[in-house]
């Protein structure tokens, strides 16, 4: 069965770094997602992503996030420069069109990845 | 806007007992409605989904319907398994599809 993948399952990074979260979403999917969840905490969309432009973004996703979809298979979610809450899991997700104006309301989630900014 | 409400955990149970989670939604429009299952260390699943009223979607022994008139999607086992254990998650995708909105999650634990 296809799946989402995320790579790497773990980063540690210092505080001011910039880092690169990847994702793979399933192949025959025209949307994609990130979501992030702080420990304990509820999961939270930031930004999903069609067509090659951001479709709709919440207010976690300020100017320090920034999502690329650099060739025709991984989708890229980018921090400029991490701060400690930005700890978290982010969950890469993606889902296939209903139409052709509107996603699947399914979308199916990868494994996360664990962002430790120290 | 939208969200989802779901009660508060942790939630205890010997193996074999009756499960409720309740979930309660507020949306505009008409939101399909899932549960999602969070083992510890691992990422989302899902469970079941309901896209329109009065539907119910099932699996693994999980149930939920689909109630417009109550605003509701609670989720039932009839006899839950330590294998169970696990958060799960209420959650709706908005008319347009963009986004999913998550309530706080309930972990549970079954007890052998």
């Known amino acids: 069965e296809p799946e989402v993948t995320q790579t790497p399952s773990h980063q540690v990074t210092q505080m001011g770094q910039e880092v690169i979260l990847r994702c793979v979403p399933i192949s025959n999917h025209l949307y994609f997602y990130w979501y992030r969840q702080i420990l304990g905490q509820k999961v939270e969309f930031l930004v999903s992503f069609y067509n090659n432009e951001i479709s709709e973004k919440s207010e976690i996703f300020d100017d320090q996030f920034s999502v690329e979809r650099p060739d025709g298979s991984n989708f890229t979610l980018k921090i400029r420069s991490t701060k400690l809450e930005d700890s978290a899991m982010y969950f890469c997700?993606?889902?296939?069109?209903?139409?052709?104006?509107?996603?699947?309301?399914?979308?199916?989630f990868g494994p996360g990845t664990r962002l430790t900014v120290t | 806007g939208n969200s989802v409400t779901q009660m508060e955990g942790p939630v205890t149970l010997s193996e074999e007992a009756f499960l409720t989670i309740n979930c309660t939604y507020t949306?505009?429009?008409?939101?399909?409605l899932f549960w999602y299952v969070q083992y510890p260390g691992e990422g989302l699943q899902l469970l079941l989904k309901a896209t329109k009223a009065d539907d119910k979607g099932s699996n693994k022994g999980f149930e939920a319907t689909y109630r417009k008139e109550t605003t509701s999607f609670h989720l039932e086992k009839g006899s839950v398994q330590v294998s169970d254990s696990a958060v799960y998650f209420c959650a709706l995708t908005n008319t347009g599809g963009f986004k999913t909105i998550f309530g706080a999650g309930t972990r549970l634990f079954v007890k052998a």
């Open positions: 997700a993606s889902s296939t069109p209903r139409d052709p104006a509107k996603p699947s309301y399914e979308q199916y």
């Open positions: 949306a505009t429009g008409y939101p399909s």
